[in-house]
């Protein structure tokens, strides 16, 4: 599988953004990318930057609204699979979002994030209802894929699930700001949730300043061994690409090992909810 990530700026001009985007997955399928990844919300400011004031339904929009239909169109059209992420209104509610749109432009479906973040710069809480959608993998054209939106990484079951649920690759959209972990954390969790779960993880991150967090780039792909195989500049728009081998996942010590070791019978009684 040849995959791209779109490590792109935004700005407050939503129909630049999307444009931008559009001509950024034309570019990585025209040099071979059969799947187009895209960072948290890469196609507007960072709202949760500053505490939601009153209804937030405004900045949102369905999941058959502009931004997925434009790329539904382009996709289909370029014959390449795109992992989205926006911020969806759905009814009365609103969610932090990722459509799958396969290569003949059909969205597989959209998971939404689970665990929803609060302190200074992400007010996420005021924004984003939890998802309701669990941890689905897409059988897209180019293999399968499961996506963990930003926050919800942090969680080892989370990444667990999209293990057990059948997952070669997992696409993380990420808003990381610069300096937000020691040194090495930031990538080194990845690469252990990739180790642990015997996938591929490709990580694409938010770059650029904006009202008050710079956001790093420094995107990334690691294989199931947990060795990192692309990684992009901080502090630049860039557009990554990797080639999976899809029969790794199969070799990973988490498949022949850990997985098939693990004694789930067990550990709802150790742990306190």
């Not at 001509?23 to 400011?45: H, K, M, N, P």
């Not at 949102?60 to 931004?67: S, T």
């Not at 911020?87 to 609103?94: I, S």
């Not at 770059?207 to 195989?229: L, Y």
Request: overall charge negative; hydrophobic content about 45%; aromatic content about 10%.
């Amino acid at each position: 599988m040849r995959i791209a990530l779109v490590q792109q700026h935004a700005t407050r001009d939503k129909a630049g953004n999307v444009a931008r985007g559009l001509a950024a997955l034309e570019s990585a399928a025209r040099a071979g990318a059969e799947v187009v990844g895209f960072a948290e919300l890469a196609f507007e400011w960072f709202h949760p930057q500053r505490p939601a004031g009153g209804d937030v339904s405004a900045l949102a929009e369905p999941i058959d609204g502009p931004i997925v239909t434009a790329f539904r169109q382009k996709a289909r059209a370029l014959g390449v699979v795109a992992v989205l992420n926006l911020f969806e209104r759905d009814g009365d509610r609103t969610f932090d979002s990722s459509p799958v749109i396969d290569a003949d432009g059909a969205v597989l479906g959209v998971t939404r994030m689970v665990h929803i973040t609060d302190y200074p710069c992400f007010h996420e809480q005021g924004y984003y209802a939890p998802g309701d959608r669990g941890a689905p993998v897409y059988h897209t054209q180019a293999g399968r894929i499961g996506v963990a939106i930003c926050y919800d990484r942090h969680f080892p079951e989370y990444m667990r699930a999209l293990a057990l649920n059948g997952a070669d690759v997992v696409f993380v959209p990420q808003a990381g700001a610069t300096g937000e972990w020691p040194e090495g954390l930031y990538e080194g969790e990845m690469r252990v949730a990739a180790l642990q779960n015997g996938y591929f993880v490709a990580l694409c991150n938010r770059v650029g300043r904006e009202d008050c967090v710079d956001f790093a780039g420094e995107s990334f792909v690691c294989d199931p061994d947990g060795v990192v195989i692309a990684r992009a500049p901080s502090g630049a728009d860039h557009v990554l690409h990797a080639t999976l081998d899809l029969s790794a996942p199969e070799r990973s010590h988490a498949r022949r090992l850990f997985l098939r070791h693990r004694r789930p019978e067990l550990y709802a009684g150790w742990m306190a909810r």
